[in-house]
């Protein structure tokens, strides 16, 4: 079966330092991968998605950015961090051919002070 | 372009008591709509979706939705609610773009 890790839990970051977050996605190939944030505990705000390496589509002009250095691995980045960066962060994949559904890892809490 | 309406921020049940939770879409085309569940400080979990075919769908913990075409609409609903499922619920829809759209969510509390 197919699962999604997202490392790490929790993070506190001060404001001006770097950001990474992994994603990573067992069990099936060539997924579409995204990253959303989530604010205040409410609505999901998508980020960035990949349709394959190197792909990477960016939904909203912001302070970060996305990689995809393997098929099944995503990463999102920040070479300084703001303090609008601060929240949820969800890894999500979907299967190519699928009606869309996505499936979310356990999230990444990024608090910047 | 698509979109997603909850139109309850928050949803207080008595537990014993059926639930209800509201979302209508808009789409073009024909839709794929969705339910996640979140639980505090957790990913979003695939509770149920509709494709095709039968309008009452059933899911994941007892809960079912069903799809209503002329109000476009697709209710969240279960029989007997319990305290465990109180949780954050989100609708999402999918019509001709490329990307699910998600509602703003709808914070259910069971009261026991």
């Known amino acids: 079966s197919q699962t999604i890790h997202q490392w790490p839990a929790t993070l506190v970051q001060p404001v001006g330092s770097p950001l990474s977050l992994e994603c990573t996605v067992e069990?099936?190939?060539?997924?579409?991968l995204y990253w959303y944030r989530q604010a205040a505990g409410r609505g999901l705000q998508l980020l960035f998605y990949?349709?394959?390496?190197?792909?990477i589509s960016s939904e909203v002009p912001q302070n970060l950015s996305a990689s995809r250095p393997q098929d099944r691995q995503f990463i999102l980045s920040s070479k300084k961090l703001l303090l609008s960066d601060s929240g949820f962060y969800l890894c999500?994949?979907?299967?190519?051919?699928?009606?869309?559904?996505?499936?979310f890892g356990e999230g990444s809490r990024l608090t910047v002070l | 372009a698509q979109s997603v309406a909850q139109p309850e921020d928050q949803v207080n049940v008595a537990e014993g008591n059926p639930l209800t939770v509201k979302c209508t879409y808009s789409?073009?085309?024909?839709?794929?709509l969705f339910w996640y569940v979140q639980y505090p400080n957790r990913g979003l979990q695939f509770l149920l979706k509709?494709?095709?075919?039968?309008?009452l769908v059933k899911g994941s913990y007892g809960f079912e939705a069903e799809f209503n075409k002329s109000q476009t609409s697709f209710h969240l609903k279960k029989p007997s609610a319990l305290v465990s499922d109180s949780a954050l619920y989100f609708c999402?829809?999918?019509?001709?773009?490329?990307?699910?759209?998600f509602g703003s969510g709808t914070q259910l509390t069971v009261l026991p």
């Open positions: 999500a994949w979907s299967i190519l051919t699928s009606t869309g559904e996505l499936f």
């Open positions: 509709y494709i095709t075919g039968d309008n």
């Open positions: 999402a829809v999918k019509g001709s773009a490329r990307q699910l759209t």
């Open positions: 069990g099936t190939s060539n997924p579409n």
């Open positions: 990949s349709v394959g390496i190197g792909q």
């Open positions: 789409v073009s085309g024909n839709p794929y």
